[in-house]
């Protein structure tokens, strides 16, 4: 990573610890005394830590394992613990998470499309993965602030806008998802031969798969679910 200047880095970590803050923010407002909240504020400086050492370590850099050892000791784990809450804790949790926090979470995706493209020139991602190429994802986090300020306007959600909001959110999120996947250097890549997605393996940009991608999922599906399913407070 010697052709990613330092300033990339400092970024990217930036906006790390603003999606976690925005997630801790969230937490707290939905009662830290709760079990739910205690077990995510336990884990999440562990699971920082965890991927950090596997990053720094060099064990992602094996290419010629199945599944990639990323997808199975840094995405799986991560999307479990997003199952087992939106499964086992709808109630206890995410029914008290504030929807207006889970909407302007979408902001740091902002940021993080600027190191993807600086990552680009890099060389590390291909720009396929940037806004230069197929990825609007950008567009989420432009429109994050301008949602929250429109659907809680005077004192009622706009449901309508907060579903559109999510589902476009997570179109976009699928499709730079997918790329991101598809070009992951492995024994099952199918993309960006010539320009593979490395820079993922690294620190610390690790936490865009393990940490930044599942915060933004989980806000777009409890949201969804709160405006859809539960009482969109």
Do not use: C
Request: net charge positive; proline share 7%.
């Amino acid at each position: 990573m010697e052709t990613v200047p330092p300033y990339v880095s400092i970024v990217f970590i930036l906006t790390t610890f603003t999606a976690i803050g925005f997630l801790l923010r969230a937490t707290r407002k939905a009662g830290l005394h709760r079990t739910p909240s205690r077990i995510l504020v336990f884990i999440l400086p562990l699971w920082i830590f965890f991927q950090a050492a596997l990053s720094i370590s060099g064990f992602y850099e094996e290419f010629t394992s199945v599944p990639p050892r990323l997808m199975l000791f840094g995405v799986f784990p991560a999307l479990l613990l997003v199952t087992v809450y939106l499964t086992f804790y709808r109630h206890t949790f995410v029914d008290r998470l504030p929807l207006r926090m889970l909407t302007m979470v979408h902001i740091v995706r902002i940021p993080v499309e600027l190191v993807l493209l600086w990552l680009s020139f890099a060389g590390q991602v291909p720009r396929m993965m940037t806004f230069e190429g197929v990825n609007f994802d950008i567009l989420s986090g432009i429109a994050a602030p301008l949602v929250a300020w429109l659907a809680f306007r005077g004192g009622r959600t706009r449901k309508g806008l907060l579903i559109g909001f999510n589902v476009i959110g997570l179109a976009l999120l699928a499709n730079v998802v997918s790329i991101a996947a598809l070009s992951l250097p492995s024994a099952v890549q199918q993309l960006n031969f010539a320009e593979p997605n490395r820079a993922v393996l690294y620190f610390p940009y690790v936490y865009l798969p393990t940490i930044v991608v599942p915060i933004v999922l989980f806000s777009h599906l409890v949201s969804l679910y709160r405006v859809l399913l539960a009482k969109a407070e």
